[in-house]
């Protein structure tokens, strides 16, 4: 059974924080990772896509992938009340287009 | 930007009736998808389409759901007899085609089963 963990929340950061997503999975032939975000009653929306151990940054968005942990992260920087959302993982093994899904984290950027 | 849509946004219906929801995928993409989202809970894999044929299903997309893609733009999925379990968000997505492309999700059809 292929499962991601995540941390179900709620994380609040203070506006202009650093805030650390964390998640975990249990399929070490898990070779794609992927963070979505999804507001209240909305569909997710790809934030980013990493494949290989180390960091990846795009604009205030930074995914980290440690493949020998299982573990998978996004930091968003100098956060926004607008990034106040549920933050899904979803992790994908290496033969299938299907990725499995966390729970998701819900996070709260107070001003 | 290229994006996928979905039609209706809200479905309501009645236990045992038929329902199609359904999708136009992002045009250039090979892999199409549905998912589903009980209110609360994480998103679950439904069923993925290819080449007009179904690649993989999960064990949830029994013998009352189907998919179609009636055309060369649309991509439909059918619940036979609803359920009041059935009452959830679907989603359709899209991806371009190789194992490690991204998933890009429509906005949802909010499914209510009276």
């Known amino acids: 059974q292929k499962e991601v963990e995540q941390n179900s929340g709620p994380l609040s950061v203070p506006e202009g924080a650093i805030a650390s997503l964390n998640c975990t999975y249990s399929d070490r032939g898990s070779q794609s990772f992927f963070w979505y975000r999804q507001y209240s009653g909305k569909s997710p929306e790809l934030i980013m896509s990493?494949?290989?151990?180390g960091d990846k940054e795009d604009g205030r968005f930074t995914a980290q992938l440690n493949k020998a942990s299982q573990y998978v992260s996004l930091l968003i920087r100098d956060s926004q009340p607008s990034d106040s959302a549920t933050y899904l993982c979803a992790g994908k093994s290496g033969g299938s287009y299907i990725p499995t899904f966390g729970r998701g984290t819900s996070l709260i950027v107070h001003p | 930007e290229p994006e996928v849509t979905q039609t209706p946004s809200h479905q309501v219906t009645q236990m045992g009736q038929e329902v199609i929801l359904r999708c136009v995928p992002i045009?250039?993409?090979?892999?199409f998808y549905w998912y589903r989202q009980i209110l609360g809970q994480k998103v679950e894999f439904l069923v993925s389409?290819?080449?007009?044929?179904?690649?993989?299903k999960s064990e949830i997309f029994d013998d009352q759901f189907s998919v179609e893609r009636p055309d060369g733009s649309n991509f439909t999925l059918k619940i036979r007899s609803t359920k009041l379990e059935d009452s959830a968000m679907y989603f359709c997505a899209s991806s371009a085609g190789s194992l490690i492309d991204e998933q890009f999700f429509g906005p949802g059809t909010r499914l209510t089963v009276l």
């Open positions: 045009s250039n993409h090979l892999y």
């Open positions: 990493i494949y290989s151990n």
């Open positions: 389409f290819y080449n007009n044929e179904i690649s993989e």
